[in-house]
């Protein structure tokens, strides 16, 4: 089996004992999901370039039992099943895995596992970055960091206070310039990860299937609501100041 392949059969083999601990298998519950539209999603923040403003990503939206997890992905849609089925599903497009990653955090957050699996609005996405640089600053001092997943706040905030490069997958941003710092695109990961002291990696890397990229060899830091879920199951370690 591959390296991702490992990773995602290690990732549903936990979640599901969780779940079977919780005798949560046995019943018939159904869950539901929808992609949010751009409002519910991240509300009206001042900068219009976020993906999901301009439509490159889809929030999708899981419920369980009254409470929601979520997952970015390019491939948003809607489903509705139990949650055997939905571990059963093979994980064979980012929609799968946004389904699987949206169910496991509403799942985590209504057992109590986690927090934060709702998107931050307004101007919240700003107010994350800056404590996102502090939070490096305490961490790790003044280290080279990739970012991985052009997110514009962090971007613009990580460039003024680090030596920054950045990787996307949005032929829309790569090669341009932004902050004084030209965003490169996927080929350019590994040139770029053994240039960096850390990895600030979208937790959206999850649901596309590139998250073993940046996984056991440098420190690594997930952002955002998406790899909540993940991040608890595989110790990997997540920052989400401003969730909710």
């Known amino acids: ?14 979640f599901k004992a969780i779940a079977e601990a919780h005798n949560l298998l046995e019943e018939e519950i159904v869950i539901t999901g929808r992609a949010l539209s751009v409002e519910e999603a991240i509300g009206s923040p001042e900068r219009r370039d976020y993906p999901i403003v301009k439509g490159k990503e889809k929030l999708m939206q899981a419920e369980f039992r009254g409470v929601k997890g979520q997952a970015f992905t390019d491939m948003a849609g809607n489903f509705r099943g139990t949650l055997q089925e939905v571990l059963n599903n093979p994980l064979e497009s980012n929609f799968d895995r946004a389904v699987l990653i949206a169910t496991m955090n509403a799942i985590g957050r209504y057992l109590g596992l986690i927090e934060k699996t709702i998107h931050c609005h307004d101007e919240q996405p700003e107010q994350c970055a800056e404590e996102l640089v502090a939070f490096i600053q305490k961490e790790y001092g003044t280290p080279r960091i990739a970012l991985i997943g052009y997110q514009p706040a962090m971007f613009d905030r990580l460039a003024k206070a680090f030596p920054l490069r950045a990787v996307d997958l ?16 996927y080929e350019a990961t590994k040139e770029v990860l053994e240039w960096a002291d850390i990895i600030v ?43 909710e």
């Open 1 to 14: 089996m591959s390296v991702k392949g490992d990773f995602y059969s290690e990732l549903v083999k936990r």
């Open 170 to 185: 949005d032929p829309d941003n790569i090669g341009k310039t932004k902050s004084g710092v030209r965003i490169e695109a």
């Open 201 to 243: 990696a979208t937790g959206s890397t999850v649901v596309n299937s590139t998250i073993t990229d940046y996984c056991n060899q440098k420190p690594a830091l997930f952002f955002g609501t998406t790899a909540a879920a993940t991040c608890h199951l595989m110790g990997l370690q997540r920052f989400c100041a401003r969730g």
